[in-house]
């Protein structure tokens, strides 16, 4: 049964080809790294040029956290962690740094690098740990990412005991979380106390039933959808037996606060078409099946395009905000994806400049972009198709098309041009344009992070141990044991 074991011996060919993985993970790490390199550069040069404006609630570093995320196609989210770890490679971890432009480590090991050592703040013991970190790297190249983490660990608890990033106790380790698939489903999980986990689980038993015995639905089914109605703040389930006098229909379930938007042409909400729905805000699509199901329970608001006459006022009517809405689905900025509902609605040409309340003129925006626009000549213009184009202050230039465009492509008809007036007006000189301001900066928001962690790992350590550090290893030049 081993007859053909040895076919698997090296040939010149799996050389070849080992050696092109070997040069292309080098060069992938090269690349992070030059990638975050520049990024390092384009804040210092953005802080040089315009200020750091670090009272501002958009300051320099959230408008190249944007330019960034527009240029790598993006969030805003991922574009700040780039920032972060650009500084980190220009200001704190030189050493560490140098093997990361040579590719002798990938940007995995160099996250979890800067994560390990973030709550050093003495410059000296940064650099020395910088250097012993530098050297393990070096000697230990094949370490997995837990391994990395134990051996830095050691480092950074020989040099600064508080500075460890120590585990939570499991009370500080609660959380729910909810993912959503490409199924139009989600998962959840999460850590409750014990006492909530047992009250949530013969909760959800109590309103699973609450149906009468013909629902059509499995028990786990129903403790699925009983969650749901827990969201909803109803206190019993809808009945899913279609009768008309269904033995457990009650009063009618109480209103609730909590609003979801889905999104859907009409076949789907009928039952009879097969386009799936969108959720604002969720990767992946609603199948249509599952959409006629919560249209049974839903709301139902008719979206379409108003009429081609501009509103009076500044503010737009509900009907024209809910289709500006539906048909944006999320920011119009190039690489934001927050959802419209928790965005702003921004006259493209401003209001006081002559724009329009048109739809042709509106598209949403989240508030740091609006921002970005008003303070940091961040310039669009929006075409009657809801297309938006834009041109940053790095002279790059960057095309949106609404989200809706896909799959419901009647949202994106032209809606006509907006009349609009030839007075131009530098927003930013005006005296009512005022950037809302922070009530600590970014760099004091951080020091009271970290010296709020190392009080906590000082208090923790000498509960349990005592005030004396860990004992160094005895040989300073071998790497820690793993």
């Known amino acids: 049964m081993f007859e053909y074991a040895l076919a698997s011996q090296s040939t010149p060919e799996s050389a070849a080809l080992l050696d092109r993985v070997r040069d292309a993970g080098r060069a992938e790490a090269r690349a992070a790294a030059q990638r975050l390199a520049a990024v390092g550069e384009l804040l210092v040069l953005r802080c040089r040029d315009s200020g750091e404006r670090p009272d501002w609630a958009a300051d320099a570093w959230e408008a190249v956290a944007a330019q960034v995320g527009a240029a790598l196609s993006c969030s805003v989210a991922r574009a700040h962690g780039y920032l972060r770890y650009a500084m980190a490679l220009r200001e704190r971890l030189p050493q560490v740094g140098k093997a990361f432009a040579a590719g002798d480590i990938d940007y995995r090991a160099f996250q979890t690098i800067v994560f390990r050592t973030d709550l050093i703040t003495d410059p000296d013991v940064l650099a020395k740990v910088d250097a012993r970190v530098a050297v393990l790297v070096s000697r230990r190249p094949s370490l997995t990412r837990a391994g990395l983490a134990a051996a830095v660990d050691r480092?950074?608890?020989?040099?600064?005991?508080?500075?460890?990033?120590?585990?939570?106790?499991?009370?500080?380790?609660?959380?729910?979380?909810?993912?959503a698939d490409s199924s139009g489903m989600a998962w959840m999980e999460g850590r409750l106390f014990a006492p909530v986990g047992q009250a949530l689980d013969r909760r959800l038993d109590e309103l699973a039933g609450s149906v009468c015995d013909a629902d059509p639905r499995t028990q786990r089914q129903r403790r699925a959808d009983a969650l749901a109605a827990l969201a909803a703040g109803a206190a019993r389930l809808v009945c899913g037996c279609g009768a008309d006098r269904c033995p457990m229909a009650g009063e009618p379930a109480p209103a609730s606060n909590v609003v979801i938007h889905v999104v859907a042409d009409q076949g789907a909400v009928e039952g009879s078409g097969s386009n799936p729905g969108i959720l604002p805000g969720v990767e992946g699509l609603i199948p249509a099946e599952l959409i006629a199901d919560l249209a049974r329970s839903a709301r139902l608001v008719p979206v379409s395009a108003p009429n081609g006459a501009p509103e009076p006022g500044y503010r737009p009517s509900a009907?024209?905000?809910?289709?500006?809405?539906?048909?944006?689905?999320?920011?119009?900025?190039?690489g934001c994806e927050r959802p419209a509902v928790q965005c702003d609605l921004d006259h493209t040409i401003p209001y006081?400049?002559?724009?329009?309340?048109?739809?042709?003129?509106?598209?949403?925006?989240?508030?740091?972009?609006?921002?970005?626009?008003?303070?940091?000549?961040?310039?669009?213009e929006q075409l009657p198709d809801g297309t938006v184009i834009w041109r940053l202050p790095d002279g790059h230039t960057y095309?949106?098309?609404?989200?809706?465009?896909?799959?419901?492509?009647?949202?994106?008809?032209?809606?006509?041009?907006?009349?609009?007036?030839?007075?131009?007006?530098?927003?930013?000189?005006?005296?009512t344009a005022m950037m809302p301001l922070r009530a600590r900066t970014r760099a004091q928001d951080r020091a009271t992070r970290i010296a709020a962690e190392?009080?906590?790992?000082?208090?923790?350590?000498?509960?349990?141990?005592?005030?004396?550090?860990?004992?160094a290893p005895p040989d300073e030049d071998e790497p820690p044991p793993f």
């Open 155 to 179: 480092v950074v608890a020989r040099a600064d005991c508080d500075a460890l990033r120590r585990a939570a106790k499991a009370v500080e380790d609660r959380y729910v979380d909810l993912v």
């Open 319 to 334: 009907k024209l905000a809910e289709f500006v809405r539906c048909r944006d689905l999320t920011c119009r900025a190039p």
């Open 352 to 380: 006081a400049d002559g724009g329009a309340t048109h739809p042709s003129n509106l598209k949403c925006l989240c508030r740091l972009h609006h921002l970005l626009k008003t303070f940091w000549s961040w310039h669009d």
């Open 399 to 431: 095309i949106t098309t609404p989200g809706s465009a896909l799959l419901f492509p009647s949202l994106c008809a032209p809606t006509g041009d907006p009349p609009t007036s030839a007075a131009t007006t530098d927003r930013c000189a005006e005296p």
């Open 454 to 471: 190392r009080r906590h790992n000082r208090q923790t350590r000498r509960a349990t141990q005592g005030a004396l550090p860990p004992p």
